[in-house]
Each structure stands twice: as C-alpha cells, then as structure tokens.
Antibody, heavy 126, light 107 residues
Framework: QLQLQESGPGLVKPSETLSLTCTVS??????????WGWIRQPPGKGLEWIGS???????YYNPSLKSRVTISVDTSKNQFSLKLSSVTAADTAVYYC??????????????????WGQGTLVTVSS | DIQMTQSPSSLSASVGDRVTITCRAS??????LNWYQQKPGKAPKLLIY???SLQSGVPSRFSGSGSGTDFTLTISSLQPEDFATYYC?????????FGQGTRLEIK
C-alpha cells in the first residue's frame, strides 16, 4: 500500500523559507507517469494546489506561488521536497503531499490526487 | 484560472437521506472533474474522478454526474460516516483548482 509522510518544522518565522519533505513508501517515486505534488489548506479554509514534480525533475507550479516555490525530488531516498520562500502569516496552513494519479479518458488522460499524506501544520509566526 | 463554485456551502441532513451537492466551473471543463471527501483532521479522500467514475473501494451510494460546467455529487442514502466536507476539483487545466467545499452536517 502506497504511503506518503510529510516532515519538517512546524514553526517558521516571517520572511524565512518553509521547507518540507515527503517520504514515499510502499512504491517507487520513479514509477512511470506519476507526478507528485503539494497541496495546502489554511485553517478552516479550502484546498490550494501548490505544484507538482515528476521523478525526472520536471515541475509545474501554481502561478500564484511560482515566484516563491521550489519543488525538488531525490529518487535515491524516495522523497520529494517543498521550499516556499519569504513566508508570511498567510502561508500558515496544513501542507499535504499527494500522488497525482491518472486514468484514460476519451483518448486522453484525466488526473486526480489519489494518495495523500496525513498533512503537517506549518505556522508562520515570530 | 478556472474558478470552481460549490453549492450549498453547508447542508444539514439525516441518516438515510438522499443528498446532492453541486459544483459549477467558470468555463467548460468537459468531464475533468474530481470529488473528494474530507473528515476533520484528515487528508482528503478521492471519491470520484472523471465526473462519474467511482474510485476503487468507495461505496456505490456515491455517484457523480455532469459535464461542461455543471456537476453533481449524489449520496443516495446517507450513512453516519458520510458526514464530512466535500470538495470538487478540476483537472482540465493548471492550476488545478478546488471548490470552496460543502460541509455536510447531521440534522
């Protein structure tokens, strides 16, 4: 059974960089055609996709965060990571890592997030 | 960005009720629509993808329909474990965007 687990500091100071790692177990992060992503949820609010990465290192990001986000992958450790720079209180959220699964649909592919980590709360405060 | 709007924002219902939640996209997304269930303190769980395909292991009382801009999630007979928040999400284009959520509460 595929499992994902987030890890990293739960408290980050304003203007600093938030760093989280997602460790994948029960499967290889290098599996073909799967992207791996980060999604966040401010307390009491909805879900926001941050960005995704392929095992080759190919990435795509939410334009609203792109200038501050870097997602990287370490296939030797079966991990991928998130860095979010210049954080403010608005970046306080539960951060989830997830696998972007896919299925064939109408001669194309449809994508969805089918495996999720349990989430980790990151608070931005001095 | 494609905006996803769910209605209602919250809903009270009883065990055994049939419930429908609506999701509207700001532009046509064909059937590139997924539904998730989230319980307090837990990660979202995929229920339905491609608007109407049931994810493996999800009870058949959950169903989805729609295409273009208007979609529905229906729970045919509410069970106690179904009280949660439900989100729609479009995968037609990036950024992947979610609806604001519909909180389903016990009446």
């Amino acid at each position: 059974q595929l499992q994902l687990q987030e890890s990293g500091p739960g408290l980050v100071k304003p203007s600093e960089t938030l760093s989280l790692t997602c460790t994948v177990s029960g499967g290889s992060i290098s599996s073909s055609s799967y992207y791996w992503g980060w999604i966040r949820q401010p307390p009491g609010k909805g879900l926001e996709w941050i960005g995704s990465i392929y095992y080759s290192g190919s990435t795509y990001y939410n334009p609203s965060l792109k200038s501050r986000v870097t997602i990287s992958v370490d296939t030797s450790k079966n991990q991928f990571s998130l860095k979010l720079s210049s954080v403010t209180a608005a970046d306080t959220a539960v951060y989830y890592c997830a696998r972007r699964g896919y299925s064939g649909y109408d001669l194309e592919w449809i994508y969805y997030f089918d495996y999720w980590g349990q989430g980790t709360l990151v608070t931005v405060s001095s | 960005d494609i905006q996803m709007t769910q209605s209602p924002s919250s809903l009270s219902a009883s065990v055994g009720d049939r419930v429908t939640i609506t999701c509207r996209a700001s532009q046509s997304i064909s059937s590139y629509l997924n539904w998730y269930q989230q319980k307090p303190g837990k990660a979202p769980k995929l229920l339905i993808y491609a608007a109407s395909s049931l994810q493996s292991g999800v009870p058949s009382r959950f169903s989805g329909s729609g295409s273009g801009t208007d979609f529905t999630l229906t729970i045919s007979s509410l069970q106690p474990e179904d009280f949660a928040t439900y989100y729609c999400q479009q995968s037609y284009s990036t950024p992947h965007t979610f609806g604001q959520g519909t909180r389903l509460e016990i009446k």
